[in-house]
């Protein structure tokens, strides 16, 4: 009998963004750009009387994930849950729809529900905008690429292209999304700063993206030191959105970013989440 199921999804990084507020979760979401790439979180699902769940980064051990626990409890199961992730946690890695997509994925096959990939999708968004800890990561998620999602939910139409170049990127601490997205202020100020159009390639993703970041009012005194030193090496940069810290491109984007904390190295993913192994 398989005991355990192991799964994994990729982050996203969002550029920018404009909420869609919808008549429930499912019409509730947001249009915008983003790159889903190929770090992100692992986890490993076993069948338990209770639900419980770790996470597991580099190391540090936290417990309970409100926005799993309730997708579980959605579905009728109960399972122990470890997810493990080597970036930063609530930095604009869209690591929690990450860990939504990667625990459905095994929960879906270790109970043998016989979800579809979009309804697997569905339940980890309703999650999400529940929770108030995204409102696009799922839908960009589901597969790799640069995407520019041109609706809310996961049905709206997707764009997506697949650029070998990586990004680069730097965390200054965690943002917690709900307090953005929780605030009328930030979205009337994001909703106007919104650039209504795809972008073209790599460079053109950061020009947009530092445009809309300029315009929202969401960078932070120590995001914008970063920032400044990319402007003054010319290095394409923006902020991750929502998070405190900075993505940016070129080859002398990793040297510039060392100066400010732990560089990421981060290729666009190619798949979205994905199955790992079944074991005993």
């Known amino acids: ?21 919808g008549s429930d979760p499912r019409t509730t979401g947001s249009v915008g750009a983003g790159v889903v790439i190929d770090e992100g979180v692992r986890a490993t699902v076993v069948p338990a009387a209770k639900t419980g769940v770790r996470v597991i980064r580099q190391g540090r051990v936290s417990t309970g994930s409100p926005p799993v626990e309730y997708a579980l409890d959605r579905l009728g199961v109960t399972a122990r849950v470890t997810t493990e992730c080597r970036l930063p946690i609530g930095a604009g890695f869209g690591l929690s729809a990450a860990a939504l997509l990667a625990t459905l994925t095994a929960v879906n096959h270790l109970f043998d529900l016989g979800l579809s990939v979009d309804e697997v999708a569905s339940r980890a968004h309703e999650a999400e ?4 800890t995204g409102l696009g990561d799922v839908a960009a998620s589901r597969s790799g690429g640069v995407v520019c999602r041109m609706g809310p939910g996961i049905h709206a139409d997707i764009a997506r292209f697949y650029p070998d170049e990586p990004l680069y990127a730097v965390s200054l601490g965690p943002l917690p999304t709900a307090s953005v997205l929780s605030s009328e202020e930030a979205m009337a100020r994001i909703a106007s700063a919104y650039p209504d159009r795809c972008p073209r ?33 010319k290095i ?17 984007a990793e040297r510039v970013l060392s100066g400010f904390g732990e560089v990421y190295r981060l290729n666009v993913a190619r798949r979205g989440a994905y199955l790992i192994e079944m074991r005993p």
Not at 1 to 21: L, Q
Not at 236 to 252: D, E, H, Q, R, Y
């Open 129 to 132: 905008v529940v929770h108030r």
């Open 1 to 21: 009998m398989v005991g355990t199921a192991v799964a994994f999804s990729p982050g996203h990084i969002s550029g920018y963004f404009r909420r869609v507020e």
């Open 236 to 252: 394409p940069a923006s902020m991750t959105m929502l998070g405190n810290g900075v993505f940016a491109a070129g080859n002398s």
């Open 201 to 233: 390639d790599i460079a053109d993703f950061c020009f947009l993206s530092r445009q809309f970041a300029e315009r929202s009012g969401l960078i932070a005194p120590d995001v914008r030191k970063v920032l400044s030193a990319c402007d003054a090496a």
